[in-house]
């Protein structure tokens, strides 16, 4: 494969420096007091500010959008991460029992992975989830394996950091509808939270704050790198059968696919019109200047056999319908604005392209 050997040449891992967070359009730059936090009642500007108002932690100088230039994709080590990138064991763990805890939704039933379920490469298997409020939610529910390479968060980017990111579920009225202060209280009264909290947090304690960093935390441990294309990639030719060996060479040339979907977490982190027709204005529901509308953020193709169904409103169910979408410049309703134009890939090219994805899965 061409650019083979570049993909596997090691870099050095750099370590963030502390810079404020962006402000940009959309987005709220400001102290947050874990003292003055919005009860659910107080409405979107209070969970605007809960968005953008993460106190004291570090982030990227520079966000990974174009993580390589190239079409080959460079090892995980080459990829700058954002504060807490490698934490203690004690604060993962602290972080994976919350993801997995009912606790943090406010009717005690749901938690983060309700839907983001660990069988399904952290996805859940619906076109939309469902919530709290028992109405399904406007967006498909991503996978999250290499977090720490896909800066800016959710399909609109809305979030610049994991630990942003991690409160916005929490607060939506729709999703898990939790008030903090409550979340705060209940779990202080667990002797095993404050015990954990304690020790990833000497002199703090619980907060939210720290809810929030316990999160991303163990988000960031999320990594796929065991699947056929990562083993070839690591010199096993035989990882990849024929099919998906020229699958993999449309995905880098005439299918184009590589354009966008780049680097370890194979996305380029930024906000593409992919041709679909909705209402949904994605990026350019942050402000004017924000992006395009109905662009969304490239998602990351780690694990995508196992993250069905497709796009930011879940509406293809399978690879090969999605090869299909591409492969006819997008949906003809979408209108003209589009950065996606048809393809010439006869059926076998198709099924060799998604040959190929199916290998960036570690699992069936």
């Not at 402000?23 to 500010?49: D, K, N, W």
């Not at 035989?238 to 977490?265: I, N, Q, V």
């Not at 006819?328 to 090219?349: F, K, N, Q, T, Y």
Request: proline letters at 9%; a neutral charge; hydrophobic letters at 35%.
């Amino acid at each position: 494969m061409a650019g083979r050997s570049k993909s596997l040449a090691m870099g050095r891992k750099q370590a963030p420096p502390a810079c404020a967070y962006p402000r940009g359009p959309g987005q709220i730059a400001m102290v947050f007091s874990p003292r003055r936090l919005p009860s659910r009642r107080a409405g979107p500007p209070a969970l605007a500010t809960l968005a953008f108002a993460l106190l004291g932690l570090a982030c990227s100088a520079e966000r990974p959008d174009s993580p390589t230039g190239g079409r080959s994709t460079p090892p995980p080590d080459a990829t700058p991460t954002s504060a807490d990138a490698s934490p203690a064991a004690g604060l993962v763990a602290l972080g994976e029992r919350l993801f997995f805890d009912a606790r943090l939704s406010g009717n005690d039933k749901l938690s983060c992975a309700s839907c983001h379920d660990p069988t399904r490469a952290f996805s859940d298997g619906r076109r939309v989830s469902v919530g709290v409020s028992g109405r399904p939610l406007r967006r498909n529910a991503p996978g999250l394996f290499d977090l720490a390479a896909r800066a800016p968060y959710f399909w609109d980017g809305r979030a610049p950091t994991l630990e942003e990111q991690a409160l916005g579920p929490l607060t939506d009225p729709d999703e898990m509808g939790q008030d903090l202060r409550g979340l705060e209280a209940e779990l202080a009264s667990d002797a095993g939270y404050r015990a954990l909290f304690a020790q990833s947090f000497p002199g703090e304690g619980v907060s939210v704050f720290n809810v929030a960093r316990a999160l991303a935390a163990f988000e960031r441990t999320l990594v796929s790198r065991s699947s056929p294309y990562d083993r070839y990639l690591a010199g096993d030719a035989s990882a990849l059968d024929g099919a998906a060996r020229r699958g993999l060479s449309l995905f880098e040339g005439k299918a184009e696919c590589s354009t966008c979907h780049r680097g370890p977490a194979l996305t380029d982190n930024q906000f593409h019109r992919v041709a679909f027709a909705g209402d949904d204005p994605g990026r350019a529901a942050l402000g004017p200047g924000a992006g395009p509308r109905g662009g969304f953020k490239t998602p990351s193709l780690r694990e995508v056999a196992r993250t069905a169904p497709y796009f930011h409103d879940g509406s293809v169910a399978s690879l090969e319908e999605v090869v299909e979408h591409y492969a006819r410049g997008g949906d003809p309703r979408a209108g003209e604005a589009r950065d996606v134009h048809p393809l010439e890939l006869d059926e076998g090219e198709r099924r060799d392209l998604v040959a190929f994805l199916r290998a960036l899965s570690s699992g069936p």
